[in-house]
């Protein structure tokens, strides 16, 4: 029942892939070329973490002897580079090596799409075609034991107490999101059938929100113990939301406030998820960034750990020729939180209040400085507690290797 | 016998049902909520005022909108701050647009694979690929204005206490209008569809309840009206409708007068459907309804009349703002007052409502927040009793497909409901 299931969700992804894909009548250029699996990390290499070793596992991913894998990355990198060389911008040329990549992957709608796109590629283009397609293959057969390789990775999404809007942000992404779910074995999406999850092994699982009730808890551990790679989704996952604010607040009286009858009613401190257990990697954000997510997500389902760049917000900020909210004596958070998500809060006028987390070289003793004359210190430690920002910052702090 | 569903798939938040039927007698009929806590209302005590929207509007992430113009509603009527009419009839849009991704989300791809005898949405989109893309169409427009006017889809941007942080571009909404042609062609063709869908006849009466006023359909204000005749502001509404907790339970549902009741797309059709733009009126004469209308699985259809709708009422205001200046939806200065505000407004699942208590500096003393779902909760568990002794006589797994059906029909939201 459980494999039936299973290619039953398939079937209707791939459905509706194709079917938005006409949609558009486009078949969007793919920029990551699917490489089959490079070697995965060492099991164990993110050490164990206790609550007090919080936010270990960003830490491990920046320790992570990642030479090997840089190395093979780069190796493909310069070969799509050079079939980009040999392709004439054209999106049909694009489409077409798309459909071959996924080929292996996805054979019946890769299919398609190929039907589709070569009608579009005239005679002229057919060669450098098919020359680009050679490269590909080459780039992929390389590190893999070709059939073994062909079985589609297995992903679960996994929601804990939250809005739910970290979903709701991939499912947003439309067709760009349904090409995701083509090229993998969705397990458990409840949001298009009622049947639930069967069990078994999975390579990756992206969480969404707070283990608030014990059902939160058992489900989190028991994903964890199922999956290769366990990813948190958004800032509740990763630092606590929103409702971590209770943490900072009066103890008991929060849920005073809200509740006549509080006996029976699971209200624990907010804990973010890898107090729990160990988290892999981390889609930051409140809700996360959709084009963040298609950028990382190639690499994790081909068991890599992706390194988010250490660079402020202020960088995207500036790109987008917005005038910086400092100089209108606006507290913004940006210089010190790790940039990514294109800058979206500058871009209509809000200050950053550090959804994404602290950057890894983010100077909170600087920010502090900067807002001085805009914020009393009551003020800023308000402000980062919004997204669950005031306890990292006093880690930083306090020196703590967080 | 015992009938538990241990989790429904295919909608907001998580949730599972038991019903407990003695001799043919429904002895209970309860939502058994799995939904954690994260007390909302709480963590906005003691704090600036200006929190008080980024914060609530993360209760939900398919209508944040909504929590984010109620909540500064509220403030703004707490410190008796005016905004612009432009500023108004922009927030409406907004909500219109939320409105329009919510419903084509649950009408399409959350309700109707239950109508058809489906067991999944893989039947559905593979037996209905041309309906598929149209129902992506409506959402994807929807979705547009929210990320035009709010600078994002999911927890916008730019609303703030008294008015815009910015003003969106005329040329964005310029293009929104441009499509919106093709998106009320779709709006009708997707209700065409709906029109010839089995819906199940069953009936049971109840009081419903929106907001009301005159001249447009109801969404951005109004006042609190039923279909009982009751008919009071929104400052009243605490007054007359009385939240209740009972032990263990993390959700509060809302009573009037000790009866439960319905809010949403049915409550609002049966009270203001007189109001309906030219299209969406035509449609609704063609479903053939008679009002009062206590069907509750005719909730799906009235979404679709308001789908329609508002298509038509967004395009019509987008219109009229391009002619106005925009700029006057820019925040101006206002004084930070104390005070006690109340607002409600039109979520895609029916009224939210607010309340909240400021002191002078603009702290937060006291925070209210009564959603739809919460409301409509009372009168889902009734209806479900009743319904369950039309199905009794179904094989299990029947009878927990029609329920499951059922409940999602309501399109309720737990997330929502818990906050």
Request: glycine letters at 8%; proline letters at 2%; one cysteine or more.
């Given at each position: 029942m459980a494999v039936n299931k299973k290619s039953k969700i398939a079937k209707f992804l791939g459905r509706l892939s194709s079917v938005t894909s006409r949609l558009r009548g486009k078949v969007a250029a793919k920029k990551n070329a699917k490489k089959?699996?490079?070697?995965?990390?060492?099991?164990?290499?993110?050490?164990?973490?206790?609550?007090?070793?919080?936010?270990g596992a960003r830490v491990v991913k920046k320790k992570m002897p990642a030479k090997l894998t840089v190395k093979k990355k780069t190796v493909a990198d310069k070969k799509t580079k050079d079939a980009k060389k040999i392709l004439p911008n054209k999106p049909a040329n694009k489409s077409k090596a798309k459909a071959d990549k996924r080929k292996p992957t996805v054979k019946r709608v890769a299919k398609k799409k190929v039907d589709a796109s070569v009608a579009v590629v005239n005679e002229k283009n057919k060669s450098a075609v098919k020359k680009t397609v050679k490269i590909a293959k080459v780039a992929k057969a390389a590190p893999s034991k070709p059939e073994a390789k062909l079985k589609k990775p297995k992903?679960?999404?996994?929601?804990?107490?939250?809005?739910?809007?970290?979903?709701?942000?991939?499912?947003?992404?439309?067709?760009?999101?349904?090409?995701?779910?083509?090229?993998?074995?969705?397990v458990d999406f409840r949001l298009i059938e009622d049947e639930e999850d069967g069990g078994g092994d999975l390579d990756l699982v992206l969480v969404e929100g707070n283990p608030v009730t014990e059902e939160n808890v058992k489900t989190l551990k028991a994903l964890r113990k199922r999956s290769k790679l366990l990813v948190a989704l958004g800032n509740c996952a990763a630092m606590g939301g929103i409702p971590e604010i209770k943490n900072y607040q009066e103890g008991a009286n929060t849920i005073k406030h809200v509740y006549k009858y509080i006996q029976g009613i699971s209200n624990p401190e907010i804990r973010e998820i890898d107090n729990f257990v160990k988290v892999d990697f981390v889609f930051p954000g409140c809700p996360i960034s959709g084009d963040e997510f298609l950028r990382y997500i190639p690499e994790l389902l081909a068991g890599r750990i992706p390194v988010i760049p250490d660079q402020p917000v202020c960088?995207?900020?500036?790109?987008?020729?917005?005038?910086?909210?400092?100089?209108?004596?606006?507290?913004?958070?940006?210089?010190?939180i790790q940039g990514g998500c294109g800058a979206v809060c500058p871009t209509s006028r809000m200050t950053c209040q550090g959804c994404r987390g602290l950057r890894p070289t983010g100077n909170v003793k600087a920010m502090r400085a900067a807002l001085k004359n805009?914020?009393?210190?009551?003020?800023?430690?308000?402000?980062?507690?919004?997204?669950g920002l005031r306890d990292d910052i006093e880690a930083r702090e306090k020196n703590i290797k967080i | 016998?015992?009938?538990?569903?241990?989790?429904?798939?295919?909608?907001?938040?998580?949730?599972?049902?038991?019903?407990?039927?003695?001799?043919?007698?429904?002895?209970?009929?309860?939502?058994?909520?799995?939904?954690?806590?994260?007390?909302i209302e709480g963590v906005l005590i003691g704090r600036y005022y200006t929190d008080m929207p980024i914060i609530a509007q993360r209760i939900c992430g398919i209508c944040p909108v909504v929590h984010n113009l109620t909540s500064i509603k509220a403030l703004e009527n707490a410190m008796g701050i005016q905004v612009t009419p432009e500023t108004k009839k922009l927030r409406t849009v907004m909500e219109l647009a939320q409105i329009i991704h919510s419903h084509a989300l649950h009408l399409f791809f959350l309700s109707l694979a239950d109508f058809l005898d489906m067991d999944n949405d893989i039947q559905l989109v593979s037996a209905y690929p041309e309906e598929t893309k149209i129902a992506v169409r409506l959402r994807e427009f929807g979705m547009d204005i929210v990320r035009v006017i709010g600078g994002r889809v999911i927890h916008p941007l730019t609303n703030e206490v008294g008015g815009f942080k910015k003003a969106p571009e005329a040329e964005a909404l310029r293009k929104i209008v441009a499509d919106s042609e093709r998106a009320l062609q779709d709006a009708v063709a997707l209700g065409d569809f709906f029109k010839k869908i089995k819906i199940p006849d069953f009936q049971r009466e109840t009081e419903y309840v929106c907001l009301s006023g005159k001249g447009r359909y109801a969404v951005y204000d109004g006042d609190i009206v039923s279909s009982y005749g009751l008919h009071i502001p929104v400052e009243k509404f605490e007054q007359d409708f009385q939240e209740l907790q009972k032990q263990n339970e993390v959700i509060k549902k809302v009573e009037h007068n000790g009866i439960s009741y319905m809010?949403?797309?049915?409550?609002?059709?049966?009270?203001?459907?007189s109001k309906l733009n030219p299209q969406a009126g035509k449609y609704l004469e063609s479903l053939n309804f008679t009002f009062p209308d206590y069907n509750p699985f005719h909730n799906i259809l009235c979404q679709m009349v308001e789908l329609i709708h508002c298509v038509e009422e967004s395009t019509k205001l987008i219109k009229e703002l391009l002619n106005s200046d925009l700029e006057r939806v820019v925040t101006r200065p206002y004084e930070i007052k104390e005070g006690v505000g109340v607002a409600a407004v039109e979520a895609p699942r029916g009224t939210l409502y607010y309340h909240v208590d400021v002191d002078s500096k603009g702290y937060v003393k006291n925070v209210n927040i009564i959603t739809p779902t919460a409301q409509f909760l009372a009168n889902l568990e009734d209806d479900v009793a009743d319904y369950i002794k039309e199905i009794i006589d179904l094989k299990d797994q029947d009878k927990q497909k029609k329920l499951r059906g059922f409940i999602r029909a309501y399109d309720p939201c737990i997330s929502c409901a818990v906050h």
């Open positions: 089959s699996k490079v070697k995965k990390l060492p099991v164990g290499i993110a050490k164990n973490k206790s609550a007090v070793a919080k936010k992903v679960a999404i996994a929601s804990l107490t939250s809005c739910e809007g970290c979903q709701f942000a991939l499912l947003d992404l439309g067709e760009k999101f349904l090409d995701f779910v083509g090229k993998i074995e969705m960088v995207e900020c500036k790109a987008a020729g917005n005038r910086c909210l400092l100089l209108d004596k606006k507290p913004c958070f940006g210089p010190m805009m914020v009393t210190d009551h003020e800023f430690e308000n402000i980062a507690e919004i997204f | 016998m015992d009938i538990k569903i241990n989790h429904i798939a295919k909608m907001e938040g998580h949730a599972g049902f038991m019903a407990s039927v003695l001799d043919g007698d429904v002895k209970s009929a309860k939502l058994e909520v799995q939904e954690g806590i994260r007390l809010v949403g797309a049915i409550a609002r059709i049966n009270i203001n459907r």
